[in-house]
């Protein structure tokens, strides 16, 4: 069984920063790749940025320049630093891990349960 756990959301003026952490929690060997994905109301999930366990990251062209994230694969958690915040990156974001091997089985996929981000004009 793995569990991704998130933290850091919550409400924050326009040009403010919040810093989201997601912890995976299991017999876990390695991940894969880890990540943020985002929901806003009425709007499709999209991805925000991930990580390759190597370090290779790739950020959505709306948040380029703004959002950092970051790994600690010894801790098997991922960050999301996110500066100038925006009322458009108002949403849920969702922790995703790509390809968890554990003792038991590899999970093609993991995602925790959210977190809201709420940037106020």
């Known amino acids: 069984q793995v569990q991704l756990v998130e933290s850091g959301g919550g409400l924050v003026q326009a040009g403010g920063s919040l810093r989201l952490s997601c912890a995976a929690y299991?017999?876990?060997?390695?991940?894969?790749?880890m990540g943020w994905y985002r929901q806003a109301p009425g709007k499709q999930r999209e991805l925000v940025a991930d990580?390759?366990?190597?370090?290779?990251?790739n950020y959505a062209d709306s948040v380029k320049g703004r959002f950092t994230i970051s790994r600690d694969n010894a801790k098997n958690t991922v960050y999301l630093q996110m500066t100038n915040l925006k009322p458009e990156d108002t949403a849920v974001y969702y922790c995703?891990?790509?390809?968890?091997?554990?003792?038991?089985?590899?999970?093609?996929?993991?995602w925790g349960q959210g977190t809201l981000v709420t940037v106020s004009s």
């Open positions: 995703h891990a790509n390809s968890v091997a554990t003792v038991i089985k590899t999970y093609p996929e993991r």
């Open positions: 299991g017999s876990i060997f390695e991940i894969n790749a």
């Open positions: 990580i390759t366990s190597g370090g290779t990251t």
